[in-house]
């Protein structure tokens, strides 16, 4: 067993029934907080789940230096009172280490862990038209019937590196970030590679250059990052937090991201130079990603973007020593915040150090991996370690993993050619009751994904129960419904800077995935009234068959 997963005694394995009512895929904080609703809802059923733990992207992401960038009293499930009460955080922003620990504490609680099937991943999903079933199949050469099937499979889950040439010769380690080993690596002084500069990166490289003997990051594109001055979490703030955490977790749900922190309500524009430079130093010097929130146009209007990242550039040329280490460290070619904005312990004061270096791969691309390291440009480097820090197949690749096949055999790749299109982020068109959690079409990826997980669970299991009330057996995204939704998500992602970067958010990291941009960035608050209001109109833009919609659509 892992050290830091489930070291909990064996459990109690419940009966693992060949037909169910739900299948679940997936034991991140998704996962867990579903087996406890379905549960309460008396509902059979059962969870797959690759990793050998609970955790999700808290159980694969070990790299150095991994943890939130949402503050820990609010990166947490807020469904137990108890729980938010007694569970105490030991930082402003949680490692790691503590986050999953937070994990596996849930799954004792509430004792979740006899529900999942560990070491279990699903390799395919048939939906059986005539039965209104999903045929699933795992990777243990079983099949189970369920009714529905629940993705509870994570937006960032599916790592993916590059396919240099030559990578098979290397006589050195490799790792990714997003399936670090377990027990560690031991990085003491040797030479290590680490290929790009995004949240994982940038997380992991002031950890790992006071390991190494000597290490070079190979950058494509610079990132904006804030430091986020994590610090020891005082009794006086949890304290306050913990005595007004009904209202505060109600606000945050009502917000644009889901956090509960002042959001200014002043453009960048409307104020001296003077004015501007002093809010942006407080929120640099208050750290964190909030530092996005300075002025309330930051993601929308260019010119008020732009004194946000020149701001930065300003910090990172003051922080960087060498200057033409600086210049290649500060971003230029796209708006401040459209890649997802990072959150830093050390990052830029780490290129001051002797034992590192920086290599623009724009000027001296990755030509091939070799026995010995890598070329670049015209260099070759010589490595004991190569870790990619270069990502994921973001919010579909884990899907498209799957073999999911809709009504008529219509499989998800193809009705996803063009890029991921469904209704609310909770289904779509053609694959009837499979819902997904935090889904593309919903805010996800641009909240606090513990707000948008509850809030999408709590949906997905609201409905369960109303379907069941009237014994409707099929709810299918309409064509239409789904069609008005995602022109309204290109709508409003349109009106944003979003849409410039070439980011993961647009597929962009991918070389042939479609460029479309992925999550719904109309607000976590607005999100959530429009999916109440589906629900209340009896699941507006779903078409529901079996039980009492056939008696309905009789009646008509
Ligand atoms: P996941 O945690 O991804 O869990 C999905 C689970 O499904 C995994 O355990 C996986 O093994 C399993 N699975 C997938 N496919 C299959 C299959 N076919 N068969 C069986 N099992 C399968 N969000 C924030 O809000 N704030 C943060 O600070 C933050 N930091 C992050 C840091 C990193 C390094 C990463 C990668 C993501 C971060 N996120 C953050 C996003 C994070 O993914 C979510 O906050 C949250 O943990 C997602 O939970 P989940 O259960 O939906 O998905
Ligand atoms: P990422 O943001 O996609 O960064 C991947 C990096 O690898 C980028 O710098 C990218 O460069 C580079 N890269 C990709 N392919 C490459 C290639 N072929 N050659 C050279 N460089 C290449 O991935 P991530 O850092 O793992 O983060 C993913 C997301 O997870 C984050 O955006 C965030 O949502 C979440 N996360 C959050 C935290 C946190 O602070 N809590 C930490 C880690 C992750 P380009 O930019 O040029 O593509």
Request: charged share 25%; net charge negative.
């Amino acid at each position: 067993m892992d050290a830091q997963t489930n070291d909990a005694p064996a459990v109690r394995q419940e009966a693992r029934p060949a037909q169910v009512d739900v299948v679940v895929v997936g034991a991140g904080f998704s996962g867990l907080y579903l087996i406890l609703k379905l549960r309460k809802l008396g509902l059979s059923f059962r969870v797959f789940e690759a990793g050998s733990g609970v955790g999700g992207t808290w159980y694969w992401n070990r790299y150095p230096g991994a943890r939130c960038d949402v503050e820990s009293m609010q990166y947490s499930y807020s469904f137990d009172e108890d729980l938010q009460q007694e569970w105490k955080w030991s930082e402003t922003f949680a490692p790691q280490p503590e986050i999953l620990d937070y994990a596996n504490h849930v799954a004792d609680r509430f004792d979740l862990r006899r529900s999942i099937e560990f070491e279990t991943r699903v390799t395919a999903a048939h939906y059986d038209a005539a039965a209104r079933r999903w045929r699933v199949e795992t990777d243990r050469g079983e099949a189970v019937s369920a009714r529905f099937c629940i993705m509870a499979t994570g937006c960032l889950s599916a790592p993916r590196a590059p396919e240099f040439p030559g990578l098979e010769s290397f006589r050195g380690e490799t790792y990714h970030t997003g399936a670090w080993p377990h027990e560690g690596v031991d990085l003491s002084g040797k030479r290590v590679a680490v290929i790009g500069t995004g949240s994982s990166a940038i997380q992991a490289i002031p950890v790992i250059a006071k390991e190494a003997g000597h290490l070079t990051v190979f950058q494509r594109t610079p990132n904006y990052s804030i430091p986020a001055r994590t610090k020891p979490l005082t009794p006086e703030y949890e304290a306050e937090w913990k005595s007004n955490y009904a209202e505060r977790r109600e606000i945050a749900r009502h917000t644009a991201v889901g956090n509960y922190y002042d959001r200014s309500k002043l453009s960048a524009l409307d104020v001296s130079d003077e004015e501007r430079e002093r809010i942006f130093k407080d929120r640099w010097a208050v750290g964190g990603t909030r530092f996005m929130t300075a002025f309330k146009d930051l993601a929308v209007n260019q010119a008020a973007n732009d004194t946000a990242a020149d701001f930065v550039r300003r910090q990172i040329r003051e922080i960087v020593k060498d200057p033409a280490t600086a210049e290649l460290l500060a971003a230029k070619d796209y708006p401040i915040g459209t890649k997802r904005i990072c959150a830093d312990s050390g990052y830029f004061e780490t290129y001051n150090r002797p034992n590192v270096r920086l290599v623009d791969i724009n000027a001296h691309p990755i030509r091939e991996i070799t026995a010995e390291g890598l070329v670049a440009g015209e260099e070759a480097h010589g490595f004991d370690v190569i870790v990619f820090a270069t990502g994921f197949d973001a919010m579909t690749g884990t899907l498209l993993r799957i073999d999911i096949r809709g009504r008529g055999g219509e499989t998800l790749a193809d009705a996803w050619e063009a890029g991921p299109r469904t209704y609310l982020g909770l289904m779509t068109a053609g694959f009837p009751n499979m819902f997904m959690i935090t889904g593309p079409g919903s805010p996800s990826v641009l909240s606090n994904m513990m707000v948008s997980i509850e809030q999408h669970v709590d949906w997905v299991t609201d409905c369960l129960d109303w379907l069941r009330d009237r014994g409707v057996e099929e709810m299918e995204a309409t064509l239409e419904a789904q069609d008005a939704w995602v022109e309204h998500g290109n709508e409003v992602a349109y009106k944003t800077l979003y849409p410039s970067a070439a980011s993961w958010y647009m597929g962009a990291n991918i070389e042939g995935k479609p460029r479309v941009f992925m999550p719904y960035i109309g607000g976590v608050g607005v999100y959530r009234e429009k999916c109440d209001a589906v629900a209340a109109a009896g699941y507006e833009g779903f078409r529901l068959a079996g039980g009492a919609a056939d008696k309905e659509a009789a009646a008509d």
